[in-house]
């Protein structure tokens, strides 16, 4: 049972678009890894379909250092497709859906997380080859509350700020 859910983590599955797995396949993967299970609560698949992994309230393993604290949910896919060692930015239609979707649904239940990327908690990484910030920026996920005091408005001139120069 996970105490506290100040986070909710995106990940990408690190795998081909055309690799079509979902959380069978995920669960085979953390097992040969020795962990209990899959790691992640939620895997949303290349066609949209959101499976549960772990218990929503487990404590789940999919980032070092604030699995305690945290619930993580991945999108399968985000790596390219003649190289997985590499980052792409290709989820579905179906899977953006999918995710603002289960956002607001788990925001419902942790309406104080804050929603970030794997690569924000743990700089090693590119999960989940993109960036969450600009998608929630982007995004209007109800129920989400920007922590850091600025409004969306002022992020987003900000945003528009730095991309101009
Ligand atoms: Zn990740």
């Known amino acids: 049972m996970r105490e506290e859910t100040k986070y909710i983590v995106i990940h990408c599955t690190q795998t081909r678009p055309s690799q079509d797995i979902g959380a069978k396949e995920i669960d085979r993967w953390h097992r040969e890894r020795g962990w209990l299970k899959i790691g992640y609560g939620k895997v949303i698949k290349r ?5 549960q992994g772990r218990g929503d309230d487990d404590v789940q393993a999919h980032v070092k250092g604030y699995n ?5 949910l991945a999108l399968v896919g985000g790596a390219k497709e003649e190289n997985w060692k590499e980052e792409d930015d290709n989820f579905t239609a179906e899977q953006w859906e999918a995710l ?3 956002l607001e649904e788990l925001l419902v239940k942790y309406p104080d ?5 794997h690569r924000d908690l743990d700089e090693s990484k590119f999960c989940p080859s993109f960036s969450v910030r600009t998608y929630l920026l982007h995004e209007d996920v109800r ?5 850091d ?3 969306d408005e002022a992020d ?3 945003l528009e700020h730095n991309g101009n120069e």
């Not at 066609?47 to 499976?51: A, P, R, Y």
């Open 47 to 51: 066609d949209g379909t959101v499976e």
């Open 68 to 72: 305690h604290c945290s619930y993580g």
């Open 100 to 102: 603002k979707k289960t």
């Open 113 to 117: 997380a804050q929603i970030v990327g």
């Open 143 to 147: 129920g989400y509350k920007f922590q």
């Open 149 to 151: 005091g600025l409004t």
């Open 156 to 158: 987003l001139q900000e």
